[in-house]
């Protein structure tokens, strides 16, 4: 079965930082490009980060770009979103999702993991 | 960068209804959108990809058209369990989301 699984959510401080992994199974994450997806409190959804499936990171949302990074890890097939200088406003469950791309502008995303909340609050 | 309007915001309809969710671009998408079903504290699902096509697993009720600019999300004979937020996609672009409840 293929299956995503992230980790590594929690509270943080502003102007801290925190590390999520998405750990896949069923599939090798080497193959594919891979996304996170966030979700504020009540809010629609919005792409963060993007990579490629050479392990190249090809998209940042504007209000993240100098403050995350995304990688991969083959060996353990897995995907991380390194966070750091963190605001309220990156406050919001995080998904991680695979990129289905059968063309440079078409793709979409399947499947997605359970999500992380990550809450951002003195 | 295009741009992505859903709509409504919300619809409230009983169950066995049709509902229709549209999703209107500010240029042209071809057939590159896609819909997303949430239900309450879950994941996004996958329900339609590239305009029309039904997602393996998916009920057979729901299903999608359109092209250029403008899509339409349909469900037909509502069930309980489609009482959820619905997306659509493009890129890197989200639509709003239509928040489907119970009349």
């Known amino acids: 079965e293929v299956q995503l699984v992230e980790s590594g959510g929690g509270l943080v401080q502003p102007g801290g930082s925190l590390r999520l992994s998405c750990t896949a199974s069923g599939f090798a994450l080497s193959n594919y490009w891979m996304s996170w997806v966030r979700q504020a409190p009540g809010k629609g959804l919005e792409l963060v980060a993007n990579i490629n499936q050479h392990g190249s990171p090809t998209y940042f949302v504007d209000s993240v770009k100098g403050r995350f990074t995304i990688s991969r890890d083959d060996a353990k097939n897995s995907l991380n979103l390194q966070m750091n200088s963190l605001r309220a406003e990156d406050t919001a469950v995080y998904y991680c999702?695979?990129?289905?791309?059968?063309?440079?502008?078409?793709?979409?995303?399947?499947?997605w993991g359970q999500g992380a909340l990550v809450t951002v609050s003195s | 960068d295009i741009q992505v309007t859903q709509s409504p915001s919300s619809v409230s309809a009983s169950v066995g209804d049709r509902v229709t969710i549209t999703c209107r671009a500010s240029?042209?998408?071809?057939?590159?959108l896609n819909w997303y079903q949430q239900r309450p504290g879950k994941a996004p699902k996958l329900l339609i990809y590239?305009?029309?096509n039904l997602q393996s697993g998916a009920p057979s009720r729901f299903s999608g058209s359109g092209s250029g600019t403008d899509f339409t999300l349909t469900i037909n004979s509502l069930q309980p369990e489609d009482f959820a937020t619905y997306y659509c996609q493009h890129l890197y672009t989200f639509g709003q989301g239509t928040k489907l409840e119970i009349k």
């Open positions: 999702a695979r990129d289905v791309r059968p063309g440079p502008t078409l793709y979409w995303f399947d499947p």
């Open positions: 240029q042209s998408m071809s057939s590159f």
């Open positions: 590239a305009a029309s």
